[in-house]
């Protein structure tokens, strides 16, 4: 059975920084890139971040490029997401997910790519 468990998620002001982790179980990690994506109250669910199965490429949405970094360690199956430089505008629930397609050779950013999610942690930054 496929496990993603999220953590540390929390409440900070404005320009503070926060790292998300996310544990994936009951599959190969190595095998599958992950992402990371966020729903803010009304607003559909949208991508992140994303990093490759081998960890040798990684890709961001225009809004958190260059102050975020996705991350990963094989070892421990564990993908990181740095977040600094937090404004009001990264409040949302954030969801760490793993591709559906193995050694897949691109990294995608549509959430049907993904078919294991971890149940959301919160992230709210106020002002």
């Known amino acids: 059975q496929v496990q993603i468990v999220e953590s540390g998620g929390g409440s900070v002001q404005t320009g503070a920084s926060l790292r998300l982790s996310c544990v994936l179980s009951g599959r190969t990690f190595g095998d599958y890139a992950m992402g990371w994506f966020r729903q803010a109250p009304g607003k559909e669910r949208e991508f992140i971040a994303a990093?490759?199965?081998?960890?040798?490429?990684?890709y961001y949405a225009d809004s958190v490029r260059g102050r975020f970094t996705i991350s990963r360690d094989n070892a421990k199956s564990t993908v990181t997401l740095q977040m600094n430089s937090l404004t009001p505008e990264d409040t949302a629930v954030y969801y760490c997910?793993?591709?559906?397609?193995?050694?897949?050779?691109?990294?995608?950013?549509?959430?049907?790519?993904?078919?294991?999610w971890g149940q959301g942690t919160q992230v709210t930054v106020s002002s």
């Open positions: 997910a793993a591709d559906r397609v193995p050694i897949r050779p691109i990294i995608t950013t549509a959430s049907s790519s993904y078919d294991s």
């Open positions: 990093i490759k199965w081998s960890g040798s490429a990684t």
